[in-house]
């Protein structure tokens, strides 16, 4: 496929920049590892590196609990040569992702905005930019969501499924998306064409893993079983972490039952709610599992607020953007210094970092109410927005 010149510069320009400030401050990678805004036990690249050490020379992978990655993705990081090889994947696979988004951009029924503004956005996001220098290992499935979402749009339901089933594969809940990815689908035939190529997809990576992992089914439980038990209680910008920290030891099964029960729960309203625009629904889905996950970061936030201009058209809808803005950026600058205060020079406490990042789960549960709201008050109009016409909310 020949990209206009436009597409190309951005995609360029993308790369190029990713390997611009990898190269030009080294030292940032580390630091970016080490915060827990970008960075947790199942995304960390120190992580990767210790799965890396431990596969190469011949040891169990998964013994000593440090490493929560899949058996597929440690192998193939442990082919490349050196670092900075794994420094322009990463690039690489940054660089894709902008290109896919320009490419959907183009499937948009509804868009007034030319479509290389889109790739701009992504590649001038400063969340995507250091989650990508960081090597968080969220990129990859992130490439694998944006890769499903092109080709359903193209009509390529096999790939797009099998897309899907390697993001669930990399990091759980996404294979959620699913629901959303089988609203897309018009057809009932490949409706359960979908649901067959995930399953089977699902079952040839867990025996490819199986496999690698040296016929050994252990890497289940470092890798899904920590993250639906959140095994790793460690300070992030989620939800769950301080509950369980403050929270009696016989009451922690039943209520990570119920946390894992709330990233589900929306997942099918949204999409039968709003079958008719099932690309939003789909976005929609992402933003609350980013929301609702027990290891969320930066990065993830990034990646779901660049596809948001997907949906220009409805943002005269918004009641408060300014107010959601405002409390990302609040949550982004002081979720640092608040963990600084608290375990670096013990002038604070938890209560102080946990605060800050119910103002970020705040930031981000407004976006999603108001842009449901938005696209409630669209159909209204029939598609035709009318700003002026004031509908009460009930």
């Known amino acids: 496929m020949v990209m206009p010149v436009k597409e190309s510069h951005i995609v360029l320009g993308c790369f190029v920049s990713r390997l611009l400030v990898s190269f030009v401050f080294p030292s940032l990678q580390h630091q970016l590892d080490q915060s827990v805004e970008f960075s947790t036990p ?144 018009a057809s009932w035939k490949r409706k359960i064409l979908s649901i067959i190529t995930t399953i089977i997809t699902l079952q040839i990576l867990l025996f490819i893993s199986y496999e690698i992992n040296g016929s ?19 300070p992030n910008i989620g939800l769950w972490w301080y509950f369980f920290v403050e929270m009696f030891d016989e009451f922690i099964p039943f209520f990570k039952s119920v946390f894992n029960l709330i990233v589900l729960v929306f997942i099918v309203p949204f999409t039968i709610r709003f079958n008719q625009q099932p690309l939003f629904a789909f976005i929609l889905c992402l933003g609350w599992i980013i929301l609702t996950k027990p290891y969320p970061t930066l990065g993830d936030a990034g990646f779901f607020l660049s596809l948001l201009p997907f949906f220009n058209s409805i943002f005269g809808y918004l009641r408060y953007p300014l107010l959601s803005t405002l409390l990302i950026l609040h949550a982004v600058i002081l979720s640092p210094i608040f963990y600084h205060l608290w375990i670096d020079l013990g002038s604070g406490n938890s209560n102080f970092f946990y605060a800050i990042t119910l103002v970020y789960a705040l930031g981000i549960a407004s976006i999603i109410a108001d842009l449901t709201w938005a696209m409630l008050r669209n159909e209204y109009d029939e598609g035709k927005p009318n700003y002026n016409v004031k509908v009460t909310q009930i």
């Open 42 to 185: 199942m995304t960390s690249f120190k992580s990767i590196q210790e799965g890396i050490y431990m596969f190469t020379k011949g040891l169990p992978t998964y013994n000593g609990g440090v490493v929560h990655h899949s058996p597929i993705l440690i192998w193939m990081l442990s082919i490349l040569p050196s670092q900075l090889f794994i420094t322009v994947l990463y690039a690489a696979i940054d660089a894709y992702i902008a290109f896919q988004i320009l490419q959907i951009s183009k499937h948009l029924k509804y868009c007034n905005l030319p479509n290389y503004i889109f790739g701009i956005l992504y590649v001038l996001n400063p969340l995507v930019l250091l989650s990508c220098v960081s090597k968080s290992s969220i990129i990859f499935t992130n490439v694998l969501i944006t890769t499903a979402l092109l080709h359903v749009l193209q009509g390529n339901i096999v790939f797009a499924s099998m897309a899907i089933a390697a993001a669930g594969y990399l990091s759980l809940y996404p294979i959620l998306l699913l629901v959303p990815l089988l609203g897309m689908i």
């Open 216 to 234: 050994s089914w252990d890497f289940i439980d470092s890798t899904y079983g920590k993250i639906l038990t959140f095994s790793k209680v460690f």
